[in-house]
Nanobody
Framework: QVQLVESGGGLVQPGGSLRLSCAAT????????MGWYRQGPGKQRELVAN???????NYADSVKGRFTVSREDWRNTVILQMNSLKPDDTAVYYC????????????????WGQGTQVTVSS
């Protein structure tokens, strides 16, 4: 099994910054893509950003130029640096990883974090 531990959420004023971190632990052989989704009040869950094992990144149009996703493979961690935050960024942010857990199989499993609240308000 794989566990994801998220940190870094909180309350911030519009224009401010937050840094989310998510560490994966457990039976990990290798990690493929890592990323972040979010679900705002009354909204569907949406992709915010992800990053592949080749460091190829993908961002939602709404966060391009403001958010940066990165990974620290040596500690199985994905980071989301969020700048110029807006009230519309208010949501629960979920970390996701695609992990290979079996040395004898190339199968990849998808895991979700428990979510961390980000509130942007004055």
């Amino acid at each position: 099994q794989v566990q994801l531990v998220e940190s870094g959420g909180g309350l911030v004023q519009p224009g401010g910054s937050l840094r989310l971190s998510c560490a994966a632990t457990g039976s990990i052989v290798s990690i493929r893509a890592m990323g972040w989704y979010r679900q705002g009040p009354g909204k569907q869950r949406e992709l915010v950003a992800n990053i592949t094992s080749d460091d190829i990144t993908n961002y939602a149009d709404s966060v391009k130029g403001r958010f940066t996703v990165s990974r620290e493979d040596w500690r199985n961690t994905v980071i989301l640096q969020m700048n110029s935050l807006k009230p519309d960024d208010t949501a629960v942010y979920y970390c996701t990883v695609d992990v290979r857990t079996d040395w004898y199989s190339s199968a990849v499993s998808h895991y979700w974090g428990q979510g961390t609240q980000v509130t942007v308000s004055s």
